[in-house]
């Protein structure tokens, strides 16, 4: 689990650093439920992310990833990428995306009993996020947020052939609510914390084709990779020339990618 590294007094307030060097101030907890559903708990999630390692997470270390996205956020912020009212709009998607990773067991089970599956996260928080929403803003913005919680890291997926294009789609929904542009901007930029915040190396390597898939799919062109490109994609050993053959093509085909969603 990801302890307390220290904690240490800044003015009147005190700052807690979690063990991989990532800090809030502690009055926070009090004020931001996102938060402290990531600190206060003890659940263990699975990250399969694939960058070097698969890498268990507690809440704690992914608030520590959280923190880490928020950062990218702000430097995207000062560098002009981002109006005031998007900056905000992407904070809070950040914030929430990942509270159903937390929680203490009592609040679990609360949102286990209300329906909520938990083991399908994003949505899963988006639905906690709903919860609170109506104490943090009015109106268009709970809807884009909330829209931006249920696809995140859904353009990722796609890009490593774990699900179809498609599945993004609701992100068109946004532009109910903001121009074009504007929703490129914040699509654009929320992919930006979510990968920099796995590796920043990793998002300097796909950035390109991030961004190509957003535009893309914004466009309302879901046009899907091939059945042995997403294989490749999932893991090139797949179109090898060992598992070459036809039948193994026609499983994914038929069978695989109609029914599942493969998170590798």
Not at 54 to 67: A, D, F, H, P
Not at 97 to 117: F, L, P, T
Not at 248 to 263: C, D, G, H, R, V
């Amino acid at each position: 689990m990801c302890d307390i590294k220290k904690t240490w007094y800044v003015g009147s307030g005190m700052k807690i650093v979690l063990d991989d060097g990532m800090s809030f101030e502690a009055e926070r907890l009090e004020t931001e439920p996102w938060l402290s559903y990531l600190y206060y708990t003890e659940h263990q999630g699975i990250s399969m992310e694939r960058v070097d390692v698969v890498e268990q997470l507690s809440g704690r270390k992914t608030l520590s990833y959280v923190l880490r996205t928020l950062e990218i956020l702000e430097e995207d912020f000062q560098k002009g990428e981002l109006s005031e009212k998007e900056r905000k709009i992407v904070k809070l998607a950040l914030e929430w995306a990942e509270v159903s990773k937390g929680g203490s067991e009592k609040e679990r089970a609360n949102w286990r009993n209300k329906g909520y599956a938990l083991d399908i996260h994003n949505l899963a928080s988006a639905e906690i996020y709903r919860d609170h929403a109506s104490r943090m803003l009015k109106g268009e913005w709970e809807e884009v947020v909330y829209l931006l919680i249920c696809t995140h890291g859904l353009i990722g997926q796609a890009l490593r052939g774990e699900v179809q294009v498609r599945k993004n789609e609701p992100l068109l929904a946004i532009k109910k609510y903001l121009d074009e542009e504007s929703v490129v901007r914040v699509v654009s930029v929320l992919n930006h914390c979510i990968i920099g915040g796995i590796s920043r190396t990793l998002w300097d390597e796909i950035r390109g084709e991030v961004l190509g898939l957003i535009r893309r799919v914004l466009a309302g062109d879901f046009t899907e990779f091939s059945t042995r490109e997403r294989m490749r994609r999932l893991d090139e050993r797949l179109t090898s020339e060992k598992s070459a053959g036809g039948e193994l093509t026609e499983l994914f085909e038929k069978e695989i990618f109609p029914n599942y969603e493969i998170w590798y």
